[in-house]
């Protein structure tokens, strides 16, 4: 695979690097020799159709589940040799909600601050300022589950934000947003 560079020539740090990455599921092969390198700063998307593998080449740099074989580097940690590293430096939206519907917006996202061992203070102005961001203010104090399909994956996406991840692995995010939702 060639080496992205810079502009002034030198390599490009990578987001991702993955040589080789492998992954069966019994005798279903899944991914077969999957090689990318994702420069820092950009956004890279996979594209495929249902069954492609996508969500498990999601699944494998978030530390969800480990492939057979192949080298990967994230955040320039290596998966097998320090996974926990890479769990610190990134934030992950799955395919599937993460939601907690018998609490409110707001002690979803105090959840989350409190699970990125965020002081009270902090989390508490994070959680203010990616409600207002995603347009959940109004709604913050009610149950999850009064939220409509939209509002839970836009606030399923701010608890992803609310460690100020270095890199964020989305699956599938836009799902039951409604254009404007989906343009901010």
């Known amino acids: 695979m060639p080496t992205l560079r810079q502009s002034d020539g030198h390599p490009s740090p990578s987001a991702v690097s993955a040589v080789g990455l492998r992954k069966s599921y019994g005798e279903k092969l899944v991914l077969d020799g999957i090689d ?5 700063g950009t956004v890279f998307a996979l594209l495929g159709p249902n069954g492609a593998g996508k969500t498990t080449v999601v699944k494998i740099p978030s530390t969800l589940i480990t492939p ?14 320090d996974p926990q590293a890479i769990r610190a430096a990134i934030g992950v939206t799955g395919q599937f909600s993460a939601v907690d519907g018998l609490i409110t917006g707001e002690e979803n996202m105090l959840l989350m601050a409190d699970l990125h061992h965020l002081s009270r203070r902090e989390g508490r102005r994070v959680a ?3 409600l207002e961001r995603f347009d959940l ?10 939220y409509s399909g939209g509002m839970k994956r836009r606030l399923d996406i701010a608890m992803t934000l609310v460690g100020s991840p270095r890199i964020i692995f989305l699956d599938e995010p836009t799902t039951g947003l409604d254009p404007r939702s989906r343009h901010t």
Not at 137 to 146: E, G, I, L, N
């Open 36 to 40: 990318l390198h994702i420069p820092a």
């Open 68 to 81: 057979d074989s192949g080298d990967l580097h994230v955040g320039g940690h290596n998966l097998t040799a």
């Open 128 to 130: 203010a300022e990616l």
């Open 137 to 146: 203010v109004d709604a913050a104090k009610k149950p999850a589950s009064t």
